[in-house]
């Protein structure tokens, strides 16, 4: 029988306001299993959504 597919990740997105009205910084940590990545920074919600689409790309290979 085969183990069920399961994976676990950790993702913390921390964003402050900084500077004009709408600017923002993000810091963002990440880990899938027991691999922590490295820090993130981003200052668009471009660079926030691919950071995070890519963590979750990473989670869900069942391949991991």
């Known amino acids: 029988m085969e183990a069920p597919f399961e994976h676990s ?3 913390i997105l921390r964003v402050w ?5 709408g600017a923002f910084r993000a810091r963002i940590l990440r880990t899938t299993g027991a ?3 490295p820090p993130l920074a981003a200052s668009t ?5 691919a950071a995070v689409q890519a963590w979750l790309d990473t ?6």
């Open 59 to 64: 989670l869900l290979e069942p391949d991991r």
């Open 45 to 49: 919600a471009d660079e926030v959504h």
């Open 9 to 11: 990740g950790t993702l």
């Open 35 to 37: 691999e922590a990545a």
């Open 17 to 21: 306001a900084e500077g004009e009205p």
